[in-house]
């Protein structure tokens, strides 16, 4: 049964030899992306029952079955139908409302739940949800999963009493690659080497610090405007920066009053401000400073050298008399951050540093590719007087010294229609690793700001403090 799975998951072109970046930040010479299983309700099956096929061949015993969120839940429902077992599911973030539970469905204490999964790299997701169901005194001490990436998963889960099986693993999947000629033996023999090889998720392959806690990333910064934003996350107990895309100076204000306690920068589109005016920036500069956040301009520099000087500190807006940090496109090469080295410091000018635009969250955008981001990350670290970090989806570099600012963040929706993604809180801080949320509708377009801001708050620092610790 695996055998054929492992030809029709190739026939769909499922697995990617070349060289990636997984979720961890380490590096893999092939990408298998299952989550492509799914668009195939048949090759899905197949898995579903090839898992149910190991669950009864090891005689693995259960009383319930729980997939992996978010990936592995339509097998492990398609596991549940076939061998009628009851599932129950397990939330990534408790609901906001009514009865916070991280489990739902029926279950009693004391019973065993079997957890499915498709893909196992190192086990920690499978181990958080482990860890989630002994809290709940579920008896847990049993995985399955379709595809063992032999990366040290059954190891690492061995220790925590948890048993894997799976159904095929990498050396399968290349064993079929040899026989129908796309790899060599010695190139199979290279691969699993280097996926066996320990990675250390922190940094430590450019010699750099490994502790991404807030405090001790504040105590070592050199950087201005990092200094600045990591000393509001830590005293206001707030990662959250607002996008008030609003085009009146007077909603800006009136929003900018409410949010100031709950957020470390409030973010502006400049040139959407239909009355902008410089009592406005005044006014906003005194809330900024009662309330202790930044100010911070979206203006997505990209052009000139000499033009982008122009652009920051003349025309209509003067963005350097008033704002302490700006977004920097890195598409004109070195161009992109010589001009605004001059400004940091200089008298009249209030820019504290930038962040590089290293990947954008709108659908289909260009960003996604490798080589820009990795050129993009080059550009920072050769600048890191002003360069603070990065705008991006997941943590670009292994650099503790950057801050990693993520916009897309919704818990209510996934898209606005126009191109933009959102994902949540839990995603966005802990799976991927950025440090600040921007978020923007999800707050400015509801009828209880004030509680937005204060659930996105408490949400993100909550991610923020479960990921470091
Ligand atoms: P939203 O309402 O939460 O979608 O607002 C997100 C804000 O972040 C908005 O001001 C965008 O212009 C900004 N943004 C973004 O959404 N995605 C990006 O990649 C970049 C900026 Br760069």
Same mark, same amino acid.
């Given at each position: 049964?695996?055998?054929?799975?492992?030809?029709?998951?190739?026939?769909?072109?499922?697995?990617?030899?070349?060289?990636?970046?997984?979720?961890?930040?380490?590096?893999?010479?092939?990408? #298998?992306?299952?989550? *492509?299983?799914?668009?195939?309700? +048949?090759?899905?099956?197949?898995?579903? %029952? =090839?898992?149910?096929? !190991?669950?009864?061949?090891?005689?693995?015993?259960?009383?319930?079955?729980?997939?992996?969120?978010?990936?592995?839940?339509?097998?492990?429902?398609?596991?549940?139908?076939?061998?009628?077992?009851?599932?129950?599911?397990?939330?990534?973030?408790?609901?906001?409302?009514?009865?916070?539970?991280?489990?739902?469905?029926?279950?009693?204490?004391?019973?065993?739940?079997?957890?499915?999964?498709?893909?196992?790299?190192?086990?920690?997701?499978?181990?958080?949800?482990?860890?989630?169901l002994r809290k709940e005194g579920l008896v847990c001490t049993d995985v399955v999963s379709v595809l063992d990436r032999q990366q040290g998963g059954v190891d690492q889960l061995k220790k925590q009493d948890i048993n894997l099986i799976s159904v095929i693993t990498m050396s399968d999947i290349l064993?079929?690659? #040899?026989?129908?000629? *796309?790899?060599?033996?010695?190139? +199979?023999?290279?691969?699993?080497?280097? %996926? =066996?090889?320990?990675? !250390?998720?922190?940094?430590?392959?450019?010699?750099?610090?490994?502790?991404?806690?807030?405090?001790?990333?504040?105590?070592?910064?050199?950087?201005?405007?990092?200094?600045?934003?990591?000393?509001?996350?830590?005293?206001?107990?707030?990662?959250?920066?607002?996008?008030?895309?609003?085009?009146?100076?007077?909603?800006?204000?009136?929003?900018?009053?409410?949010?100031?306690?709950?957020?470390?920068?409030?973010?502006?589109?400049?040139?959407?401000?239909?009355?902008?005016?410089?009592?406005?920036?005044?006014?906003?500069?005194?809330?900024?400073?009662?309330?202790?956040?930044?100010?911070?301009?979206?203006?997505?520099?990209?052009?000139?050298?000499?033009?982008?000087?122009?652009?920051?500190?003349?025309?209509?807006?003067?963005?350097?008399?008033?704002?302490?940090?700006?977004?920097?496109?890195?598409?004109?090469?070195?161009?992109?951050?010589?001009?605004?080295?001059?400004?940091?410091?200089?008298?009249?000018?209030?820019?504290?540093?930038?962040?590089?635009?290293?990947?954008?969250?709108?659908?289909?955008?260009?960003?996604?590719?490798d080589n820009y981001k990795k050129g993009t990350v080059k550009m920072a670290q050769d600048n890191k007087d002003v360069v603070a970090g990065f705008i991006c989806q997941k943590r670009v570099a292994s650099d503790p010294t950057f801050l990693y600012w993520t916009p897309g963040v919704n818990l209510?929706?996934?898209?606005?229609?126009?191109?933009?993604?959102?994902?949540?809180?839990?995603?966005?801080?802990?799976?991927?690793?950025?440090?600040?949320?921007?978020?923007?509708?999800?707050?400015?377009?509801?009828?209880?700001?004030?509680?937005?801001?204060?659930?996105?708050?408490?949400?993100?620092?909550?991610?923020?403090?479960?990921?470091?610790?």
């Amino acid at each position: 049964m695996s055998a054929e799975l492992i030809a029709q998951l190739h026939q769909r072109g499922v697995f990617k030899l070349g060289e990636y970046v997984l979720k961890s930040g380490q590096k893999s010479p092939i990408y #298998i992306d299952l989550r *492509e299983l799914i668009t195939s309700i +048949k090759i899905l099956r197949m898995a579903a %029952l =090839a898992l149910c096929d !190991i669950i009864k061949k090891n005689n693995v015993q259960y009383d319930y079955i729980v997939g992996v969120p978010y990936a592995a839940l339509p097998i492990a429902t398609l596991v549940c139908d076939i061998l009628d077992a009851p599932m129950l599911l397990r939330r990534k973030e408790a609901k906001s409302y009514g009865t916070k539970k991280l489990i739902e469905g029926k279950f009693e204490a004391g019973k065993r739940a079997l957890i499915v999964e498709d893909v196992v790299t190192s086990g920690q997701s499978i181990y958080e949800t482990v860890e989630i169901l002994r809290k709940e005194g579920l008896v847990c001490t049993d995985v399955v999963s379709v595809l063992d990436r032999q990366q040290g998963g059954v190891d690492q889960l061995k220790k925590q009493d948890i048993n894997l099986i799976s159904v095929i693993t990498m050396s399968d999947i290349l064993d079929y690659m #040899i026989s129908i000629n *796309e790899i060599t033996a010695q190139r +199979k023999t290279e691969i699993i080497d280097q %996926l =066996a090889t320990p990675f !250390i998720a922190t940094g430590a392959e450019n010699g750099i610090p490994t502790d991404w806690r807030i405090q001790s990333r504040y105590e070592t910064t050199q950087n201005a405007l990092n200094r600045r934003i990591m000393e509001i996350i830590l005293k206001k107990e707030t990662n959250l920066c607002l996008a008030a895309d609003y085009t009146s100076t007077e909603e800006i204000l009136k929003i900018a009053d409410l949010a100031g306690p709950h957020i470390c920068a409030l973010k502006l589109h400049a040139d959407i401000i239909k009355d902008f005016s410089p009592s406005f920036v005044k006014t906003l500069a005194t809330l900024a400073e009662s309330n202790d956040f930044v100010v911070f301009e979206d203006r997505k520099f990209a052009d000139t050298g000499k033009t982008m000087e122009l652009q920051i500190s003349e025309g209509a807006h003067t963005i350097s008399s008033w704002a302490q940090m700006v977004t920097v496109h890195s598409t004109p090469g070195a161009a992109s951050i010589k001009p605004f080295k001059q400004f940091v410091g200089k008298e009249g000018s209030k820019l504290l540093g930038c962040l590089l635009i290293a990947e954008l969250s709108t659908e289909g955008t260009l960003t996604k590719d490798d080589n820009y981001k990795k050129g993009t990350v080059k550009m920072a670290q050769d600048n890191k007087d002003v360069v603070a970090g990065f705008i991006c989806q997941k943590r670009v570099a292994s650099d503790p010294t950057f801050l990693y600012w993520t916009p897309g963040v919704n818990l209510d929706a996934s898209t606005d229609g126009s191109g933009q993604q959102w994902r949540t809180i839990h995603q966005a801080i802990v799976e991927e690793k950025n440090d600040v949320i921007i978020v923007g509708r999800a707050i400015t377009g509801h009828a209880d700001p004030v509680a937005q801001l204060k659930r996105y708050k408490e949400a993100g620092m909550e991610a923020l403090v479960a990921r470091d610790n």
